[in-house]
């Protein structure tokens, strides 16, 4: 593990940067990763590890200090998320929602809204996105949920699908249309919804391949009554915070893949050393050789690359998308690729769930499919190639 370790020592954090690393750590060791197969196997929502976490005061690090919050580099929030991830994957994604619900309405929120409604995430709230609609998949504006204006209130009708913490959280950035605008792209817009409202409901939690304790669900808006004052910006700008908020969580979950990726690596390299076949482990043989070797490389890459949009982020450039989708794609592919080859050096162990490489297989699948499928991303990237 020599050349990784050198790569990942090689970003020289800073003092309050290691010792909050050295913390998760030992929180990822002494409770996340204990929990993991308990979790998988029973579907229970992970509070232990959730309760954890806030301890730690890990949402304080995405919030501005202004509303509770001790805010840090998105580079170190990229680390810890891919060192829960590593451990259990269905933690990973509850604690990188927060940030992926909330982070838009830190940057478009008005001071009145961030005052009233971040405080109860920095104090390890939940936050939750809801995009998605049976109609509204990877073209979001097929979205049919809709915002009617109503005096100082904004009456929420529809419904939504494959939310991730939707029946924990404490924070809903809800996208919907706005009724007085007549504009299939120019009516979405965007709110925070609070816990308890009446009028929502959690339909259904699914019950799904992976991530078995990450709440994924189907949520009802039945003439859910919002008041004005938590549209984010103003009717229409819906659109523009969805693809905003997007270049920041998609690396995020690159950085959630790029977790059970180093955890397939690890868990491969150790068995391949370990397993002897023929008096000699199976490490000596060269086929086994050069899967590591290239898997080797292409970990060390995204490890690079994932430095690099981090960088971009920390830097305040806005404008790189490409940069994201090339890091949600390139990261949930080797996450996949990753789990595969790891089953397939375990062998028939591979298939059992005495090692945890059948549960990274089964994790790592869905890193391909949410935050738009890579066939999107790999539109997205090749159209950026077109002469204009």
């Not at 709440?215 to 984010?232: E, I, M, Q």
């Amino acid at each position: 593990m020599q050349l990784l370790n050198r790569v990942l020592a090689s970003r020289h954090w800073n003092e309050e940067e290691r010792m909050i690393l050295d913390s998760v750590q030992r929180v990822v060791n002494d409770i996340i990763a204990p929990n993991a197969e308990h979790i998988d196997a029973t579907g229970e929502f992970p509070w232990d590890n959730v309760n954890a976490l806030n301890e730690l005061g890990l949402n304080a690090i995405f919030v501005p200090e202004a509303y509770g919050g001790m805010p840090m580099s998105y580079r170190l929030y990229l680390e810890i998320v891919t060192l829960i991830s590593e451990a259990c994957a269905s933690t990973g994604i509850i604690y990188a929602t927060n940030y992926h619900g909330m982070k838009p309405l830190i940057e478009f929120g008005n001071e009145e809204q961030k005052q009233r409604l971040l405080p109860c995430i920095a104090e390890g709230g939940l936050g939750a996105l809801a995009i998605t609609e049976p109609t509204a998949g990877s073209d979001a504006t097929g979205m049919k949920t809709s915002f009617t204006p109503d005096g100082d209130e904004i009456i929420i009708k529809g419904s939504k699908i494959f939310i991730s913490n939707g029946d924990v959280a404490d924070r809903y950035l809800v996208f919907g249309k706005w009724s007085e605008i007549d504009d299939n792209k120019g009516s979405i817009s965007a709110l925070i919804l609070e816990k308890g409202a009446e009028g929502f409901s959690v339909i259904s939690k699914e019950k799904k391949m992976g991530h078995n304790g990450s709440s994924t669900c189907a949520l009802a808006f039945d003439g859910v009554r919002v008041p004005r004052a938590n549209l984010l910006g103003e009717p229409g700008d819906g659109l523009k915070i969805l693809l905003a908020s997007l270049n920041k969580s998609r690396p995020s979950v690159a950085a959630h893949a790029r977790g059970i990726a180093r955890a397939a690596f690890y868990d491969m390299v150790n068995y391949a050393n370990e397993r002897v076949q023929s008096k000699r482990p199976i490490i000596d043989f060269q086929g086994i050789q050069f899967k590591i070797a290239d898997l080797a490389g292409e970990l060390l890459m995204l490890e690079k690359w994932m430095d690099y949009v981090a960088d971009l982020v920390d830097s305040g450039i806005n404008d790189m998308g490409m940069e994201a989708s090339v890091a949600k794609q390139r990261g949930s592919d080797l996450a996949m690729k990753m789990a595969i080859e790891c089953v397939q050096t375990h062998g028939g162990y591979g298939y059992c769930r005495d090692y945890r490489a059948e549960r990274l297989m089964r994790d790592a699948k869905i890193c391909q499919i949410w935050e738009g499928t890579n066939e999107v991303h790999r539109q997205l990237i090749g159209r950026s190639f077109k002469a204009r």
